[in-house]
């Protein structure tokens, strides 16, 4: 018998469950924190909950933590953890440290819908969602979960496909009860799916990141086929309906592409586009991937461009390049265990 898994649940979810099997109120409360304050991986570990709870518990529902099935660690001391997904399938999140940051990249879909033409989880096409237990399981499982500062949905999928299971992740990553990260140090990475970006504006106080990539519709269109289903203006024109706020924080991320986006041309663009929005760029450096002509634009252009967009008065970072010995693009370390895996079917 399939049984459902616990880790993952929200704190009322977890009242509802413990409400159906006939056990007090504030049992809920104990096992929230033994499913998101500790390290514990089996009921029976749960020392102050009664012998007779755990095992209800365990007849009723599996724990729902499962660990890395491979690691690879780079020089700079990235690591890329490997996590299967059911059924020979994998994803992959990323821990990127840097001095007291330490980042988490996590993924919300085993492979993805939406075919941008530079991504290899596009190229892997879409293979399912991942629940919020699967999502939070890739921080919870992983041996630095304690040191973690910033968690980033910029893994494999799009996050705003999977919308449920992200907010649902969202709430336990901050609420007290689950991991208790601040919604300041939370972003999600978006392709720009308009009304999904609508209720995460609307419900969440996380961090807010677009992938844009170049300000020339046409352009767009040919690097992301989404550009015919939720145009570049529409995007922005949602994001300036609401009030950012403070402290929350939007931003743009650009891929450098050589010969393709780098141009004066471009930064004059981003600049008349983004003129009036309360946001900044981050400059990403493209990672090659097999089976594309595209080509990271060389290291003068990019600090060209990157200087240009700031005279313009555009806040623009560009992103350190981490992890390039261990398939730093996103989605080639399990392209690469799919691939295995598939040959060891036949
Ligand atoms: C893998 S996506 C996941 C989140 C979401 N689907 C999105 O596209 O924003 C995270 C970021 O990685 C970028 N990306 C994808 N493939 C890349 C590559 N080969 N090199 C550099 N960045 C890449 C995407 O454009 C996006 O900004
Ligand atoms: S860049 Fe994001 S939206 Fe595009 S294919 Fe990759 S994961 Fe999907």
């Known amino acids: 018998m399939h049984k459902e898994a616990l880790f993952g649940k929200t704190l009322d979810e977890i009242r509802q469950v ?13 096992i929230a924190y033994w499913l998101y304050k500790t390290d514990i991986t089996t009921f029976d570990d749960m020392t102050n909950v009664s012998k007779k709870v ?7 529902f599996e724990f729902g933590v499962k660990a890395p099935v491979k690691v690879n660690e780079s020089a700079d001391g990235t690591k890329k953890y490997l996590f299967t997904a059911g059924n020979g399938k994998f994803i992959e999140a990323a821990y990127i440290p840097d001095g007291k940051r330490h980042t988490l990249c996590v993924s919300s879909q085993v492979g993805c819908k939406m075919g941008c033409l530079f991504c290899m989880t596009g190229k892997q096409g879409f293979q399912g969602h991942l629940s919020a237990g699967e999502i939070l399981n890739q921080l919870r499982s992983i041996p630095e979960r304690k040191l973690m500062t910033n968690i980033v949905y910029m893994g494999m999928g799009e996050p705003f496909d999977n919308l449920d299971a992200v907010m649902q992740s969202q709430e336990i990553l901050t609420a007290e009860y689950g991991f208790a990260i ?11 799916i308009v009304p999904a970006m609508r209720v995460f504006l609307e419900k969440s106080k996380c961090n807010l990141a677009v992938s844009l990539h170049t300000p020339f519709e046409d352009e ?5 086929p989404i550009q015919n289903v939720y145009p570049l203006r529409d995007v922005i024109a949602t994001i300036q309906e609401y009030d950012i706020g ?3 924080r939007v931003s743009f991320e650009y891929i450098m592409f050589k010969g393709v986006n780098d141009t004066r041309r471009h930064v004059n663009e981003l600049a008349r586009l983004l003129n009036k929005v309360k946001s900044r760029i981050n400059l990403i450096r493209f990672h090659p991937i097999p089976g594309t002509p595209l ?26 390049s981490r992890g ?23």
């Open 18 to 30: 413990v409400l159906s099997l006939g056990l007090p109120a504030y049992t809920a409360t104990q």
């Open 54 to 60: 755990r095992s209800l518990l365990a007849g009723h």
């Open 182 to 192: 601040s919604v300041r140090k939370v972003t999600v990475s978006t392709i720009g």
């Open 220 to 224: 767009r269109r040919r690097l992301m």
């Open 246 to 248: 403070r402290y929350r």
């Open 295 to 320: 080509m990271c634009s060389d290291e003068a252009t990019i600090l060209d461009f990157q200087q240009a967009l700031n005279d313009k008065g555009i806040v623009t970072t560009l992103r350190a």
């Open 324 to 346: 390039q010995d261990i398939e730093a693009a996103c989605g080639l370390l399990s392209t690469k265990e799919l691939v295995k895996a598939q040959k060891e079917d036949f």
